[in-house]
């Protein structure tokens, strides 16, 4: 994990949101059509109507913000499902409060 990595993505409205939205799925996005909760996450489509942004800038935010370890993805069939990663989320929690 690299806290500086996870700052920049962090520093980013957008991507906060997308964050935040995804702590609580059911209570932000429609049912997901091909998977019957959000166990494995969250359909792009979903994200990228909810943000208002287009494809290849939520596919953007999403890619960034799983290289630095936030999001895992799970791809089924042709679409791709984004959830939290809750450890790393946890441990950079835990090294802002000890680090600084």
């Not at 943000?51 to 895992?72: D, R």
């Amino acid at each position: 994990m690299n806290i500086v990595e996870i700052c920049k993505v962090l520093s980013n409205q957008g991507r906060v949101e997308i964050l935040g939205w995804l702590k609580e799925p059911e209570e932000h996005f429609p049912p997901q059509v091909n998977v019957p909760n959000f166990d494995q996450g969250v359909c792009v489509c979903h994200i990228q109507d909810k943000i208002g942004l287009s494809q290849s800038a939520t596919s953007h935010y999403l890619n960034m913000m799983e290289k630095a370890g936030l999001l895992l993805s799970t791809r089924i069939g042709k679409w791709t499902y984004y959830r939290r990663n809750e450890a790393t989320i946890d441990t950079f929690i835990s090294n802002l409060k000890t680090g600084l």
